[in-house]
């Protein structure tokens, strides 16, 4: 297999979000892609609250909310010693991670599911759902 230049994880800070980015870690340590990039897609906030929070203070918010939920992934990869690009996007999750794999020029998405299925998955919605709708590139999903 041809390594690739970029693997990009999409992070929430939750468990299933680690076992994605150390799935990624193990692509990168076994030299199957140049760069690791995690990005945490926070939801727009726009709307009625625009109307009374400033950009500046909603600006911070996504800041310091998308810091929280991609430490963990940061610390794994400080561990494992694979230096990683961190990234916070706001807007549609599927979205955001499409335009993200072309500004990085990822050739692979990896992301963290619970493995909802069935009426479960319906009714919870799928970010995995909406992240292979929008993206062109092979997606990884780890449950």
Do not use: C, W
Not at 9 to 26: E, M
Not at 106 to 131: E, I, K, M, N
């Amino acid at each position: 297999m041809a390594k690739m230049k970029a693997i990009l994880v999409a992070v929430d800070g939750s468990s299933y979000s680690d076992r994605a980015v150390q799935h990624a870690l193990d692509l990168v340590v076994g030299g199957l892609a140049a760069e690791l990039h995690l990005l945490n897609v926070q939801p727009n906030l726009g709307g009625a609250i625009s109307a009374f929070v400033s950009k500046a203070q909603l600006d911070a918010h996504h800041r310091e909310e998308g810091t929280k939920a991609l430490a963990s992934a940061v610390e794994l990869a400080k561990k494992a010693s694979v230096p990683a690009k961190v990234h916070i996007g706001v807007g549609r999750q599927g979205e955001i991670v499409s335009d993200f794999v072309g500004k990085v020029g990822a050739g692979l998405v990896v992301l963290g599911t619970r493995g909802h299925t069935g009426l479960a998955g319906v009714l919870l919605g799928s970010v995995a759902q909406d992240v292979i709708a929008h993206v062109s590139v092979p997606v990884t999903l780890i449950k």
